[in-house]
């Protein structure tokens, strides 16, 4: 059974669930969107949270790196050596299709993610594939890989950005270095 979000509304497809299985479609959505949210926000901290402690990342496709297991904290803490950085970003998450089996769901969506710096733009558009497990009653997302599309603007950006955020680091990151 799936579900696909568009902005606030939801449109179920397929036959009404059971009350728990549609609490477990709107948990699952929400945590995805989450993603997008708390980067954006700069909130590495929450983020951590919904992550389970190790993570199956893949963004092959934008940095040519291979896919990799790694802890939360390392995943987080590169997010935070880069997104504070930039002026300001937004990622956007569109059609969310959550499956569920049990105590595990797997999401696909849309995303376009735009980053800006001194009125310069990098933009990317592509497909974020995720799996979650439910861990201790939470969904948390155990994978994600990110599907470019399309790219528009300078990727180096991401230089600059990350120098800025290097000169000034969040507090996240200030938090990890040990006493």
Known sequence: MSVQLFGAAALWVAALSPAGQ?????????QVQAVSDLADRG????????????IAVNYSTLSGAPAATVPAK??????????????????????????LDDDR??????????HWLDGAVWSVRGTYEFRLMRQAGEWRITAMTFILQDE????????????????????????????
């Open 74 to 99: 390392v995943l987080l803490s590169d997010w935070a050596s880069l997104l504070p950085g930039f002026d300001r970003t937004h990622h956007v998450q569109r059609a969310l299709t959550v499956v």
């Open 43 to 54: 909130d590495f901290a929450a983020l951590e949270q919904i992550f389970a402690p190790n």
């Open 22 to 30: 549609a609490a477990d479609h709107a948990d699952v959505a929400a």
């Open 152 to 179: 528009t603007g300078s990727r180096g950006l991401l230089t600059e950005a990350a120098l800025r955020a290097a000169d000034n680091p969040p507090a996240y990151l200030v938090e990890q270095e040990p006493g």
């Open 105 to 114: 769901a797997e999401v696909r969506s849309s995303v376009e993610a735009d």
